[in-house]
């Protein structure tokens, strides 16, 4: 794989022309930055400052956030100018995520590994009352609410052939979970990807990611990209996934007012 020709196209396709059925896209000159109404979060997918003015693009935005309070997300990738876009970030007050490897599949080369079907119960949801089970699986991963699941993913399990769903279970209880958001170019994201604590090393994960692989392949699908942390990522370097470029989510939130 060609790794700077898939990030030029992911940066294409994945960051200034995303479309987003709950977010309404807006583009300015050196900026892309997708829209949710309060109290969701927005989110800066693509920017391209140069390093003379950058000072004064961020404050604008924030400004824009602030006098909205509207909650946002500026996703700051390595390759992004300037270079020190994320202490630029924190410096205003937004935090910053560890960082995340954006890593891709090139599907048609997948190994053998993704494509044979293991034996777990891995199962694709057909309902959102079903994503109770995606719930009571991220919720002891990760602690916090996760009731934001049952509105956005199931308002996107309605959309034709946008979302797919799968649970991979043991002795009938949910013990792991990811999801797929399929768009209109040549990739789609995975999404999730997280096991109950007292069912890891059994292979669920890596049957769940075989799973949306070969359903990725069957649709036809070129590229298959993961915001990957430091525990899926040794898993999908395993499984051919390369890392593209890195990527630091730095967050805000308006301030409380009494």
């Known amino acids: 794989m060609d790794i700077q020709t898939v990030l030029a196209l992911y940066n294409h396709e994945q960051r200034r022309e995303a479309e987003y059925p709950d977010m309404t896209r807006v583009a300015m000159p050196r900026i892309v930055r997708y829209e949710r109404a309060a109290p969701g979060t927005s989110i800066i997918l693509y920017s391209d400052l140069d390093e003379a003015t950058a ?106 052939d946008y979302l797919s769903v799968y649970v991979a279970y043991e002795a009938g209880l949910p013990a792991c979970a990811g999801w797929t958001y399929y768009g209109n170019g040549q990739f789609a994201g995975l999404w999730g990807g997280s096991t109950v604590a007292g069912y890891r090393g059994r292979g669920l994960y890596t049957a769940v990611l075989a799973a949306r692989v070969r359903e990725a392949r069957e649709r036809g699908v070129a590229y298959l990209t993961v915001d990957a942390g430091s525990m899926s990522k040794p898993i999908l370097t395993r499984h051919g996934f390369e890392v593209i470029a890195w990527a630091t989510a730095c967050n805000w939130e308006p301030a409380e007012t009494a």
Not at 116 to 142: C, F, G, H, N, S
């Open 55 to 160: 000072d004064a693009d961020i404050d604008e935005q924030l400004a824009y956030f602030s006098r909205n309070r509207m909650p946002f997300e500026w996703k700051a990738y390595a390759c992004d100018r300037p270079a020190d876009l994320v202490d630029r970030l924190v410096a205003r007050g937004l935090a910053a995520d560890e960082p995340d490897a954006i890593m891709v599949l090139d599907v048609a080369a997948a190994p053998d590994t993704l494509l044979r079907r293991p034996a777990a119960d891995v199962r694709r949801l057909t309902d959102a009352a079903q994503l109770a089970d995606v719930v009571r699986v991220l919720e002891p991963v990760w602690g916090g609410k996760f009731d934001w699941i049952h509105t956005r993913l199931g308002a996107h399990m309605a959309i034709p």
